[in-house]
Structures are given as C-alpha cells and as structure tokens.
C-alpha cells in the first residue's frame, strides 16, 4: 500500500483539517464529532439540505457543502457510516428554522444512523425529513444495503435540491423534488482495479490485469459480472445500454448525462468514454442537455467509471443550472 498519509486511523480527521485550511472562506469543519458545514451556517429562513456517509468517496459530499448546494455533510470513517450524533450534531448546527431534509445514500448503515438522529431531532421538535437515493440499476441487493444502492445519483440530487433551498423552496417542496429526482436517475459502474482502505492495507478484491468487474459499488464491492476487458466502446455500452433500458429512457427524452472517474481514471480515458456515451445516447434519439465529467463519486484509488443520466425538464435544467459555490462545483457566482 502506498498511500499519503500519515495515521489510517486518523486520515479523515486529517483530511478535514487540511480541506478546513483549503478553503475557509466556504466552510466550517469540526473533527469531534466530524463534521462538515457552510460558512454561514445556519441560513435563518432556509431549508438545511444536508447528506454524508463514508470517506473515501471525495468530493462526496464534503466538496458540495456551501451556497446553491448543501448546507452541511457528514463524513464517516472510510467507508463506514457516520454515527447518529454526528447527524445530530449537523442538525442542530444547520437548521435555520426552516426545517432540514436528508439525503441518505441507500445502504443500510447510513440509513439506519440517518434516520435515528431524523427520530431524535423529531423528539426535540426539529421537522426533518430524508429522502433515500437509490440508482445504481446494477443490483437490487448487496451485503451493505436492501435494494439499489446509491452512487452517482447523490451528486446530481444534492445540486438540484440545494438550488432549491437557496431559493426559498420549503421543506415540503425539497423533499418532493428530491423524490422526483431519485425516480429520473440511473447509474452503473465498472471497475479496472480495486481500493484500498487504509486500515485495511490491501485491495478490496481482486482482479487480473485482463479483467473488469461490471456493476461495482462505491465502497469496494465486487460487481455483478467479471469479463475480460474491452474497448471503452465496449465498457460504455455494457453501462449504458442496463441504465437506459430501466427507466427507460426514450428517444425524444433530454438528459444530463454524468461521467465519473472512481478516482484513479485520468480525463483523458474519461473524456474518451464520455464521447462514445454521448454518441450512443444520440444514436437512441436522446439529447444531452446537460453534462458533469470529473471524479466526482470516487472509490479510493479505483480505477474505473460509471455513468449516471437524469431525465431532465425545464425545472430540472433550470435548478442544475442555477449558481453554486462549493469546494468541488462552482458556477454562476
């Protein structure tokens, strides 16, 4: 394992101190328990739109906190869920009064922890309300979650719910909108090679220099299918052909179209992968409207991609587009 760092046990909170030190005129960030926030925080009169899970994922979700996205994250040890007081803890520190809502990946830990601090916040007389991401059409289960997992999705939830918020919408209209965005979203992943959480010391699983693994996770799960490994226009089309046919998408439809590097797959293999996927989704009648190409949704250190498309409308396009001003996404300010 060759790794930059110093303790594993301590990578996250030293991780935070340095995102602290990059960038203090967007965030606060607290080490006990690990926590994430806007500057501003809270927003008097506006939903606190806030999500989080394990580390490892970076940006996610700690690179999207701040105005026109999230009002605060909360980041677990690598790949492991954050505890219950830590998302109390974001509770309290970002509710402006106006109620907060969740964004919970679906696997079960998060799920669990996120909903209990949901209950106990309720029992305080906080409004909080959580809306569980689930798009990864890859699985319908797997050992850390019931039912699809989410993955790539998350990003594109997190930006369109946050512009929301920052525009007045109420708690009742997030939540409705986070729903609607999780039921247009589809993503699937590949993997050329495996992560390594730092405890642990070795990869995830193993995989032979002329294998790909088809349907992976974000947290160093095996896939659903191992293959020798093919051409990009291979790979793409063995993501996008189960993301499309899902939902499914149709021609006429207008998307967003999301191409992630699970953290070790420069841009010039991801560029390359995201031009055949849009010109598969064009060969299908389907227009890309909207575009995110970047690690984003990241694994670690694995390499590898996945493909996320959003069926948008004029409301969708209109909040993707609207000014943000975090770590990882910046326009329109």
Not at 17 to 31: E, F, I, K, N, W
Not at 118 to 144: F, K, M, P
Not at 172 to 177: G, I, M, T, V
Not at 273 to 281: K, P, S
Request: charged fraction near 20%.
């Amino acid at each position: 394992m060759k790794k930059i760092i110093n303790d594993p046990a301590a990578v996250v909170a030293d991780s935070l101190r340095g995102m602290a030190a990059a960038h203090p005129d967007l965030l606060q960030v607290r080490t006990d328990p690990a926590l994430v926030l806007r500057a501003d925080a809270p927003v008097t009169g506006q939903v606190a739109v806030i999500s989080g899970g394990g580390s490892g994922h970076e940006p996610l979700h700690a690179g999207f906190v701040g105005p026109g996205m999230l009002s605060a994250a909360v980041p677990g040890a690598v790949f492991t869920s954050p505890t219950p007081d830590a998302v109390q803890a974001a509770l309290s520190a970002a509710d402006g009064g106006a109620g907060a809502l969740l964004l919970v990946k679906n696997y079960t830990g998060d799920v669990l922890n996120f909903e209990t601090a949901a209950e106990l916040a309720g029992l305080d007389g906080g409004e909080v309300r959580a809306v569980i991401v689930d798009d990864d059409v890859a699985v319908q289960d797997s050992t850390h979650t019931a039912g699809r997992r989410g993955v790539g999705g998350t990003v594109l939830v997190e930006k369109i719910v946050g512009a929301a918020a920052d525009r007045g919408a109420d708690l009742a209209r997030c939540e409705q909108l986070a729903r609607e965005v999780v039921g247009r979203v589809r993503s699937m992943g590949v993997a050329l090679t495996a992560p390594t959480v730092p405890h642990a010391g070795r990869p995830s699983f193993d995989l032979g220099e002329d294998e790909m693994e088809i349907g992976i996770g974000i947290h160093g799960e095996p896939g659903r299918e191992r293959l020798p490994l093919e051409s990009a226009d291979g790979i793409v089309a063995r993501l996008l052909e189960p993301v499309l046919a899902d939902l499914p998408f149709r021609s006429g439809d207008e998307v967003l179209l999301y191409t992630n590097s699970m953290g070790a797959t420069p841009l010039m293999e991801l560029y390359l992968a995201h031009g055949v996927a849009e010109r598969m989704l064009a060969e299908r009648g389907i227009t890309v409207r909207r575009r995110l190409v970047g690690p984003y949704t990241t694994s670690l250190e694995m390499q590898g991609m996945s493909l996320t498309v959003l069926k948008l409308d004029d409301e969708l396009t209109e909040l993707w587009d609207a000014p943000v001003r975090t770590a990882a996404l910046r326009w329109g300010r």
